[in-house]
């Protein structure tokens, strides 16, 4: 084998482990920043759904003088309130895509867990925590400072 031949076979080899590590470099830098992108889409879907629930708890508590005592109570509430029922689907869809009132309640983020609620209702006025199951950074509310009625964290 002559020494122009082997150059050029070494060359080559050469070309393609640059190739080979510039795409790795390339996925390397795009793959975390997609998932970052993933992510804070994934957590706006969830505030807006948390926002939702706290429109209907105000609604709730506007026709019953209370907030319910669970977020079941509230799906009843969707269920059976005529007009949360007439206009329901007019309210959730462009913020949730297809209503359901059964998964108002449940988070978008997989493996969808219920949010977590809590009332205080012995103190004037009531007030109540909704957290994010899967972030408890995401709050709506406060249990122990009335300022905090229906003021969520990121707003």
Do not use: C
């Not at 998964?103 to 994010?132: G, K, V």
């Not at 950074?137 to 964290?153: E, Q, R, V």
């Amino acid at each position: 084998m002559d020494i122009q031949k082997r150059n050029n076979i070494i060359s080559a080899v050469l070309i393609l482990v640059i190739i080979g590590l510039g795409y790795w470099l390339y996925r390397s830098i795009v793959d975390p920043y997609q998932k970052v992108l993933m992510e804070k889409a994934m957590t706006q879907k969830v505030r807006t759904r948390m926002s939702n629930v706290r429109d209907v708890l105000i609604k709730y508590k506007n026709d019953k003088n209370n907030f319910p005592p669970n977020l079941d109570s509230l799906v009843v509430f969707l269920k059976t309130d005529s007009a949360m029922v007439a206009k329901g689907a007019s309210l959730f869809d462009k913020t949730i895509g297809h209503y359901n009132p059964d998964s108002l309640i449940h988070s978008p983020r997989p493996p969808h867990h219920e949010f977590l609620y809590a009332r205080n209702d012995t103190i004037r006025p009531q007030i109540y925590l909704l957290t994010d199951p899967d972030d408890s950074t995401n709050t709506i509310g406060s249990l122990t400072k009335t300022t905090l009625l229906n003021a969520a964290s990121w707003e």
